[in-house]
T-cell receptor, first 113, second 115 residues
Framework: KAGVTQTPRYLIKTRGQQVTLSCSPISGHRSVSWYQQTPGQGLQFLFEYFSETQRNKGNFPGRFSGRQFSNSRSEMNVSTLELGDSALYLC????????????FGPGTRLTVT | AQKITQTQPGMFVQEKEAVTLDCTYDTSDQSYGLFWYKQPSSGEMIFLIYQGSYDEQNATEGRYSLNFQKARKSANLVISASQLGDSAMYFCAMREFQGAQKLVFGQGTRLTINP
């Protein structure tokens, strides 16, 4: 079974721009969660989508948004980028039921200059 | 609010020794899950082991075991016979099944295995 894939792996953007990150979950998984990882704040939950609906949301500003498609693939968008948005963005998939073990992708490293 | 605390920022262990990584948690939920993840320098988070709050036995997965002490709200990861490839960041995480229903991570422990 293929694992979680994320594209692109690396991105460099300028302040004020917007960015879209993509995540393809493990086949059969209906839940996709997004996390931001920085040296200062650690791993922080952004949001979770299950069957195309946002099921949970973390404490991030409205500049961070996401969506999930009918094939469970998910995208995350960050508008009006700030320097503090530089981070590793991790996507995780799970069945969405049971124990909720999440399987992570390799991440997208975003650098904002 | 749910919280995970890992008090060991870094640990150094000799190869083949056993190592215990500490994790304490705080939650008001009765139903929750505890997870451990490994993050090598490549950045990918690797799922290691799961323990449910109602599981009476400690979880084990190969060389990994979870020492679950519910009354103390403790979920320590034990790695037996450590290997050089175990060098990585290790994160403890918890998901409440009734409350917030999101995965919350601790700050992590950087484990270094010396030959």
């Amino acid at each position: 079974k293929a694992g979680v894939t994320q594209t692109p792996r690396y991105l460099i953007k300028t302040r004020g721009q917007q960015v879209t990150l993509s995540c393809s979950p493990i086949s059969g998984h209906r839940s996709v969660s997004w996390y931001q990882q920085t040296p200062g704040q650690g791993l922080q939950f952004l949001f979770e989508y299950f069957s195309e609906t946002q099921r949970n949301k973390g404490n991030f500003p409205g500049r961070f948004s996401g969506r999930q498609f009918s094939n469970s693939r998910s995208e995350m968008n960050v508008s009006t980028l700030e320097l503090g948005d530089s981070a590793l963005y991790l996507c995780a998939s799970s069945s969405g039921t049971g124990h909720y073990e999440q399987y992570f992708g390799p991440g997208t490293r975003l650098t904002v200059t | 609010a749910q919280k995970i605390t890992q008090t060991q920022p870094g640990m150094f262990v000799q190869e083949k020794e056993a190592v215990t990584l500490d994790c304490t948690y705080d939650t008001s939920d009765q139903s929750y899950g505890l997870f451990w993840y490994k993050q090598p320098s490549s950045g990918e988070m690797i799922f290691l082991i799961y323990q449910g709050s109602y599981d009476e036995q400690n979880a084990t997965e190969g060389r990994y075991s979870l020492n679950f002490q519910k009354a103390r709200k403790s979920a320590n990861l034990v790695i037996s016979a450590s290997q050089l490839g175990d060098s990585a960041m290790y994160f403890c995480a918890m998901r409440e099944f009734q409350g917030a229903q999101k995965l919350v991570f601790g700050q992590g422990t950087r484990l270094t295995i010396n030959p």
